[in-house]
């Protein structure tokens, strides 16, 4: 059975005052917990700082994007190594606001994919269609394309250390998640395309995440689905008693399906 995992990517949200705040309230009422993974991804000026209020408990760090060189003149970026430094375990890669609003290409992502893991950082990799895509059908195409063109040279073992998360664009920050079907049909099949890429226990392994408009009221649903391992949440990860919830409903969702 594959451990459930909940992220929180806490995307250009909360202050030097909520950011640690959030972390500690979450790390009181679930930092525990050991049958689900967690991970919160804050804003980097607040790693420190939130790194602080988790210490003790069992969740994990992350950040939300990185570099893929390890230092030099590249203003404004962050290193993977740096993300280590501040007590990160894990980086979101190829989010779909990064891919669209901020340009990010296969390419570039593949280059960051690769240095992350050679810092030791875990990428959680993120595929989906807009709208206009599934309404012409491309659904499939364009996560293998994502899949394909972010992490396809990665080795067995390299792939081994990922985590992939399927957001829908359309129902990112909409509060239209899609249905436990729709999201099933795509998580099968990257399932599928992981198997032919990286063979059958690779396939076995790999939790892919639901990430768009989940909430309290959706995640068992969501969660009651075969190759659904978890969630990463954007809005529902601001109020620790929503992502509280959210993790209660989808872990019970998890453990009943097995
Ligand atoms: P949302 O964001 O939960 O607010 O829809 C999800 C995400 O972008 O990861």
């Known amino acids: 059975m594959r451990k459930p995992f909940f992220a929180g990517n806490w995307k250009m949200n909360t202050d030097a ?12 009422s679930h930092g525990q917990r050991t049958e689900v993974d967690l991970l919160v991804c804050p804003p980097f000026p607040y790693l420190a700082s939130v790194r602080q209020a988790l210490a003790g408990s069992k969740i994990a760090l992350g950040g939300q994007n990185c570099w893929h060189e390890a230092k030099g003149a590249f203003t404004g970026e962050v290193s993977p190594a740096m993300l280590r430094d501040c007590g990160c375990g894990w980086v979101i890669l190829g989010h779909s606001e990064r891919r669209h609003i901020l340009g990010e290409t296969d390419e570039l992502l ?9 810092a030791g950082l875990r990428p959680v990799f993120c595929v989906g269609e807009t709208l206009a895509q ?5 659904t499939e195409a364009v996560a293998h394309a994502q899949l394909q063109g972010g992490l396809g040279s990665l080795s ?5 250390q990922v985590v992939l998360a399927y ?10 998640n899609a249905s436990p079907e729709q999201a099933e049909s795509v998580h099968q099949f990257l399932r ?5 890429a990286w063979g059958a226990a690779a396939a076995q392994r790999v939790r892919i995440l639901y990430g ?15 190759n659904l391992d978890g969630f990463l949440i954007g809005g529902a990860s601001l109020k620790a008693s929503d992502f509280g919830a959210v993790i209660d409903s989808g872990a019970k969702a998890a453990a009943a399906r097995t």
Do not use: H, M, Y
């Not at 067995?156 to 081994?160: D, H, L, N, S």
């Not at 599928?192 to 032919?196: A, C, F, I, P, T």
């Open 17 to 28: 005052a909520s950011g640690p705040a959030l972390a500690a309230a979450l790390a009181a």
């Open 110 to 118: 593949k280059k960051k994919a690769l240095a992350a893991l050679s």
């Open 134 to 138: 599934r309404q012409a059908d491309q």
């Open 156 to 160: 067995a073992e390299q792939f081994g």
């Open 167 to 176: 957001e829908p664009v359309w129902a990112i920050g909409t509060g239209v």
């Open 192 to 196: 599928k395309r992981v198997e032919g």
């Open 212 to 226: 768009g408009s989940v909430n309290p009221g959706n995640a068992a649903a969501l969660l009651a689905q075969p």
